[in-house]
């Protein structure tokens, strides 16, 4: 059976990580290459980089910061945000990413998907997207986006379904609605994208406690779960390390990658 992946997602706003609340109200918490130096030594899967604020703003991804958690981190690390071209994902990549991220220019442009894949291989292309419940559309959720401000009426479904058809080798849904609440991943929105297509997914939004990764990893066929808020959230009562995460795990017979003792 494969291993399970636990993945801290850094909201970036100014080179500094934030944690938001349903993508909204963003709280500092750290400088990025700090914090990425800290996720790295508690051994964490990957590491996933959103700009959130740069293709609202128009602008190019924030490349300095990228350098600056790249040189901290010897994992598999995906970068995402202001990416409007193959020369902007080259850039990344020549940063040190080692997967690109694409969400909102992927609606834009559906076929800079397709592009990416032929450039550097469906392995390095994530499709992210950000729904949110919506009654009327066929699955019931709505694709959002620049930082879940702009609807789409795209049905979020359709819409993994259509990327996957274009070349994306990973798909990672966002939801609004669990986003930052500490209430779990929303179970049946990942059932139906398992059932819709056949690449890795991962789950993001709503991990609070411990059980919400069983949740998630015994219910559904989802292959990584992002977990930032339970690491480093101001809003928890308390964080958890990666190692209590993976000891848990352990003992209700999910397999994760082990940690390592020094």
């Known amino acids: ?36 130096q800290a996720v790295y030594n508690a051994q964490i899967d990957e590491l996933i980089f ?28 995906t970068v995402g945000g202001g990416l409007r071209n193959l020369n902007d994902m080259y850039e990344a990549l020549k940063a040190g990413a080692e997967k690109i991220s694409i969400d909102s ?67 990672c849904i966002n939801s609004i609605d669990q986003d930052g609440t500490l209430q779990g991943y929303d179970i049946p929105l990942m059932k139906m994208a398992e059932e819709a297509v056949r690449v890795p997914l991962i789950a993001s939004g709503g991990a609070g406690v411990p059980g919400h990764l069983l949740d998630i990893f015994t219910e559904t066929e989802t292959q990584a779960a992002i977990i930032s808020s339970m690491l480093y959230s101001p809003r928890m009562e308390r964080n958890y390390t990666v190692s209590e995460l993976k000891a848990y795990l352990t003992e209700n017979n999910i397999p994760v990658r082990p940690v390592r003792h020094a």
């Not at 636990?6 to 914090?35: H, M, S, Y």
């Not at 293709?55 to 350098?67: A, C, G, L, M, Q």
């Not at 699955?139 to 795209?154: F, K, L, N, P």
């Open 105 to 171: 220019m992927a609606v834009r442009n559906p076929g800079i998907i397709a592009d990416g894949a032929m450039a550097f291989g469906s392995q390095c292309i994530v499709l992210s997207t950000q729904v949110k419940r919506v009654a009327g559309t066929p699955s019931g959720y709505e694709v959002y986006i620049d930082g879940a401000r702009v609807a789409t009426g795209m049905d979020a479904i359709e819409w993994i379904k259509r990327g996957e058809a274009l070349g994306a080798g990973e798909i």
């Open 1 to 36: 059976m494969l291993t399970k992946r636990l993945i801290a997602c850094f909201d970036i706003i100014g080179g500094r990580v934030t944690k938001a609340l349903q993508f909204q109200d963003n709280i500092d918490v750290a400088p990025a290459e700090e914090l990425a």
């Open 50 to 77: 959103f700009d959130v604020t740069a293709s609202n703003e128009k602008r190019p991804i924030d490349i300095k910061t990228v350098k600056k958690v790249a040189d901290k981190i010897f994992i598999p690390f």
